[in-house]
């Protein structure tokens, strides 16, 4: 298996983006996650990168994964033969929304 170099891009709080991390954890990758929330430098790089404002989003070796959750990075990860197939479970849904809490509190913030 090759080196991974996987750049996250998610919220501090929200059900695909905790998907996401559940990923990560699931086959111990190394990874940069930037919090598109508490720093919004991290929301615009996003923008530029993949091309729209949608998250999370995950940029593994050069390619970006937009608006993906994940579910879908471990089809990717799987697909590419990047990762062993491993019968780990997550303590969190892989592809879910953000809950109305989620949300309210995001709207609040002014996000």
């Given at each position: 298996?090759?080196?991974?170099?996987?750049?996250?891009?998610?919220?501090?709080?929200?059900?695909?983006?905790?998907?996401?991390?559940?990923?990560?954890?699931?086959?111990?990758?190394?990874?940069?996650?930037?919090?598109?929330?508490?720093?919004?430098?991290?929301?615009?790089?996003?923008?530029?990168?993949?091309?729209?404002?949608?998250?999370?989003?995950?940029?593994?070796?050069?390619?970006?994964?937009?608006?993906?959750?994940?579910?879908?990075?471990?089809?990717?990860?799987?697909?590419?033969?990047?990762?062993?197939?491993?019968?780990?479970?997550?303590?969190?849904?892989?592809?879910?929304?953000?809950?109305d809490e989620?949300?309210?509190?995001?709207?609040?913030?002014?996000?």
């Amino acid at each position: 298996m090759s080196q991974l170099n996987i750049t996250a891009y998610v919220k501090t709080s929200c059900g695909w983006s905790n998907g996401v991390r559940a990923i990560m954890a699931k086959y111990s990758l190394p990874y940069t996650e930037k919090d598109i929330i508490k720093n919004p430098a991290f929301r615009f790089e996003m923008e530029q990168r993949s091309g729209q404002p949608l998250s999370p989003c995950v940029e593994i070796n050069g390619v970006m994964l937009p608006d993906i959750s994940g579910e879908e990075v471990e089809a990717y990860l799987l697909a590419q033969n990047l990762v062993t197939p491993n019968g780990a479970t997550t303590d969190v849904p892989l592809n879910a929304p953000c809950t109305d809490e989620q949300h309210a509190a995001m709207i609040k913030m002014n996000l």
